[in-house]
Every structure is written in C-alpha cells, then in structure tokens.
C-alpha cells in the first residue's frame, strides 16, 4: 500500500472539505430552479418527493372541469387528492385533452388518470386500472318537448356524443360505427351546446354530467331520458399497463377513503346525502 504522509493526507482532506463546504453553501443560494440541472449525486440532498402528474379533460362537470380562476376541480380532483394523501404521494393534475388521455398515459407524459373513465376490457387491454370508485351509466338528453322515450327511438336520429366515449360506443352500436347520424364531439359540453343549437336530436353521455348540465342550463331546456338496456359502467383511475405498484397505492387509497368515510363526504358535497342517491337510474337497473 503506498503511504502518504499526515501532510499530505491533512492537505488533501483539508480541500476535500473546503469544496465540500463551497458546493453546500452555494446550493443554498439560489432558490432551486424547477428540477433543472441534477445536482452532482455525491452531494445532492435527499431528492425531492416524486410528483405524481395527473391528466384529467376537465370539460365533465362535476366530476372535473376548471373554474373561473383556472384551477381544476371536481368529484375525480377531490377523490384523487384524499386518495393520495393517504397514499402519502404528491399528485399534480393537467389538463389533457380526452383525445389524447390514453396515449398521453401509454406514453409516461401522464402518471395516472383521473377522467370519469368507464373501466372496460378493451380498455383493460392497453392500461391498467385501480379499483372501480363511482357507479355511472349512460343517460340521454333531448329537448323537453321531443318525442322520444327510449334509446332504440334513437336509431335514425342524429345523436350527438364525446368522441371514443362509452357513449359514442352505444350509440355506434346502435347506428351502426359508420353511420352519418352518429356526430362525435372533442368534449361532452361541445355535443350539449349542439342539442341546445339544435344540431343533433339527442346527446348520449354519462348520467352524472347530463344530470348537471340538464340542471344548471335551464334554459336550455331539456330532459332525461334512461333506458334499460344501458349497462352499470364503473369508473376507475387508469395507470400505465403494468404499473402495479401505482394501481395498488391507489386502489388501496380508494379503500381507505371509503373506509373512514371520507369518500361519503366528498360525495356527499357533488351529489347530495349518500352515494346511492344520486345515481338512481344506476341503482334501479342492478
Ligand atoms: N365514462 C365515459 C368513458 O369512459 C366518458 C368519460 C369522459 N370523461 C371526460 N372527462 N371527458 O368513456
């Protein structure tokens, strides 16, 4: 083993230490930019908590669309942030498209997903979801003085649906995917403003959003109308296929929040009293 003299290991630790105490100090002083430059690993602090980032189309009141300050908010945001507390994780949410939601999620620029997404097998084929937390259904709206009592009266009419939604899907099935009837829309609130224009005769879309809508656009006057043949859909948070971990924090967050009663609230806040409730239709047809 070659020796080195007390000098000049002293001399060595003496700057060993000075650039130590340099590259502490100067960390200190500039306020952190945003997650830039990595620091050099020997000297990096603990590395701050992972943000989870969350893509939501917040155009689905009131399950998630933004207020007049922008921020997003919602049944699914409040649902997600409990869940994540009790995950102990940091979530972020962004607003994404729904065209682009499932790729977004396939591609990692999204973490999970939040978004009223119907957990389905075809779906279930390319990501993975949590455990269902919100009980939906398809629901249709018309104008108040139409003629209409049940879905099959949808058959030669244009209907007017969130494009690649379970609803486009039951009203393809219906029509027929190719049919000129069937006007597929970026957002749910585009094909509503559409009935109300009078550019389709009928909007097909979760019961939770017509519900509201139908409710504070009074003038717009319109009604519901529910059908027998529309399956219970279940929502779920979707994650990445494969993202085991992720999908169990969560699921295991949804029980949680279920268990100590803090889904009640929150459900309580959007939908009234107690979970069955607001989704009577949902109830009815079990
Ligand atoms: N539940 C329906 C589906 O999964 C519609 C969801 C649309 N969500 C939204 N935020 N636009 O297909």
């Known amino acids: 083993m070659p020796s080195i003299t007390t000098r000049r290991f ?13 590259v ?4 200190q002083q500039p ?3 945003a997650a830039s430059a990595p620091a050099p690993a020997a000297t990096a602090p603990a590395p701050a908590a992972k943000v989870y980032v969350v893509g939501t189309d917040a155009a689905y009141a ?13 049944f699914d945001i409040d649902v997600v942030k409990a ?5 102990g994780i940091e979530v972020k949410f962004v607003n994404t498209p729904w065209e682009g939601i499932f790729n977004s999620l396939g591609q990692g620029d999204r973490d999970f997903l ?8 075809e779906r279930k084929q390319t990501m993975d979801f949590s455990a269902p937390y919100f009980d939906a259904q398809q629901l249709i709206a018309v104008k108040q003085d139409a003629k209409i009592a049940k879905f099959a009266d949808l058959k030669k009419l244009k209907v007017g649906v969130q494009n690649g939604t379970t609803g486009d899907e039951v009203i393809s099935k219906l029509q027929g995917k190719e049919s000129p009837n069937v006007k597929r829309f970026e957002s749910t609130p585009l094909a509503l403003k559409e ?22 656009n009074p003038g717009a006057r319109f009604k519901t109308v529910s059908d027998a043949s529309f399956a219970a859909e ?21 029980a949680e929040i279920k268990a100590d009663g803090t889904y009640n609230q929150i459900y309580a806040k959007y939908f009234g009293a107690a979970p069955a409730a607001a989704t009577p239709a949902v109830a009815a047809s079990k």
């Open 24 to 27: 502490a100090c100067g960390k």
């Open 195 to 216: 009935l109300e224009a009078g550019g389709v005769d009928a909007v097909v879309a979760d019961n939770g959003v017509v519900v509201h809508y139908v409710a504070n």
């Open 234 to 254: 279940q929502y779920g948070l979707a994650v990445k296929k494969g993202n085991t971990e992720l999908q169990e924090k969560l699921s295991k967050g949804l």
């Open 10 to 22: 002293l001399q060595t630790a003496g700057t060993l230490l000075a650039g130590l105490v340099l």
């Open 62 to 74: 009131p399950f998630e669309s933004q207020n007049e300050k922008g921020d997003i908010v919602g």
């Open 83 to 87: 869940v994540a507390q009790k995950a």
């Open 114 to 121: 939040v978004s009223s997404i119907t957990i389905t097998d």
């Open 31 to 33: 306020p952190a930019p």
